[in-house]
């Protein structure tokens, strides 16, 4: 198994609404992310996980709440979200923090329309 | 810290056209260099990486890119596109030292047309 699953693809949620996408990879993957990309631009780096444990935020509102409840799943919890934060949400995975052989396996991504 | 510029944000091209999509970087140290793409509503796919070795670095889908120490730059070619290689194209860097994270460029829009 070569993929990053991202769940799900589409999600639309109000302002007070919670939710949470859901990030999959079965390739022993020990370094998971989270990226951010808003339409024509590059992806923002906003959290890495390192062995199960966060070694990176990068200034993350408190609204995004992310969690690593094993080495093969990758959670990000929204709560009170704003019309700004509608974005691709994109994850991916590498071997590790300090191997860089095969890059970063990328997932298809989260399309979230705050409304 | 390490940057990356892809000063052309869009390069309209036809089928079977030679194309070049250009990446220069910034770094005080040694890097690593990658070259993703992003088709429509999809996540990004790695078409080749410089790590080390040889300076040209041939991809998937018929890719390559030179890696130029001297220039700075790790330029994107393809000798003949076709339709559907129109996508965006991200070029990256990471450091090769230490715990780093990619750093992307911000994307240059490959138009292929008939």
């Known amino acids: 198994d070569t993929e990053v699953t991202q769940t799900p693809k589409h999600l639309v949620m109000g302002m007070t609404n919670k939710k949470s996408l859901k990030c999959e990879q079965h390739m022993g993957h020990r370094a998971m992310y989270w990226y951010k990309q808003k339409a024509k631009k590059p992806p923002e780096l906003m959290f890495v996980?390192?062995?199960?444990?966060?070694?990176i935020n990068e200034s993350v509102p408190s609204r995004f709440s992310p969690e690593c409840p094993n080495s093969s799943l990758l959670n990000l919890h929204l709560h009170a979200l704003q019309p700004e934060d509608s974005a691709l949400y994109l994850c991916a995975s590498s071997q590790d923090l300090g191997t860089v052989n095969y890059g970063y396996t990328f997932g298809s991504g989260t399309r979230l329309t705050v409304v | 810290a390490q940057s990356v510029t892809q000063l052309d944000s869009q390069v309209p091209v036809f089928e079977e056209a030679p194309v070049e999509l250009r990446c220069n970087y910034s770094?005080?140290?040694?890097?690593?260099l990658f070259w993703y793409v992003q088709y429509p509503n999809q996540g990004l796919q790695l078409l080749l990486k410089y790590l080390s070795g040889s300076t040209l670095v041939k991809g998937i889908n018929g890719f390559e890119a030179e890696f130029n120490k001297s220039q700075t730059s790790f330029h994107l070619r393809k000798p003949s596109v076709h339709i559907s290689d129109t996508a965006e194209y991200f070029c990256?860097?990471?450091?090769?030292?230490?715990?780093?994270?990619?750093?992307f460029g911000k994307g240059t829009m490959l138009l292929v047309s008939p």
């Open positions: 770094s005080s140290v040694s890097v690593y």
């Open positions: 990256a860097v990471r450091l090769n030292s230490g715990y780093s994270t990619l750093t």
């Open positions: 996980y390192s062995y199960e444990k966060l070694s």
